[in-house]
């Protein structure tokens, strides 16, 4: 069972799709990273391959202003949908059903702007490199953004033009990477 690990709904339940397929990152794991983020309140998030919508829905519990997020499988965007109604948060969202760079096609032609950015693609396959390649081509990241990625510990992610590292963590077989866009 996932909760949200802190700020205003700290210990709220969240959904999470069944079928196996969604890799939810853990409380312990949430808990981490957001205390290394340090929100300052009223960032712009974008959490890509939402699944659950846990991280999205833990950076408006910690002061975010607003949050997109993104999934491509319908029945998670229900659950999703199911997570911010249950925990109030429907006026502080918008829910994007759809594949990831497109949807970052989309948000960028709509002039949206984020200061932090979630993206936990699937570990198998070239989502993660993919989506890092038009994050790092868009205007959707505001300067001075964060883009926190999580993949397998065999996945360590270098520094890449617009980007630099600014500390790799591993959480037992998880890496997770925090990005600087730098441009």
Request: hydrophobic share 40%; aromatic share 6%.
């Amino acid at each position: 069972m996932l909760r949200v690990t802190g700020g205003e709904l700290r210990g709220r339940r969240l959904r999470v799709p069944k079928g196996g397929w969604v890799r939810p990152t853990s409380d312990r794991v949430r808990e981490a990273l957001f205390a290394r983020l340090e929100l300052a309140g009223g960032e712009r998030v974008l959490d890509l391959y939402a699944g659950s919508g846990a991280l999205g829905i833990e950076a408006l519990s910690r002061g975010a202003r607003r949050a997109v997020f993104v999934e491509r499988r319908r029945f998670a965007t229900t659950v999703i949908e199911q997570n911010l109604t249950e925990l109030g948060l429907q006026d502080r969202r918008r829910l994007v059903c759809g594949e990831a760079v497109a949807a970052l096609h989309r948000l960028e032609h709509a002039r949206e702007c984020f200061d932090l950015v979630f993206l936990d693609p699937p570990y198998a396959g070239y989502e993660l490199e993919r989506s890092l390649t038009v994050l790092s081509r868009s205007a959707v990241l505001a300067s001075g953004a964060i883009v926190v990625l999580e993949s397998p510990r065999q996945k360590l992610v270098a520094d890449r033009e617009g980007f630099s590292v600014l500390d790799v963590r591993r959480y037992g077989d998880t890496l997770i990477t925090r990005l600087l866009r730098t441009e």
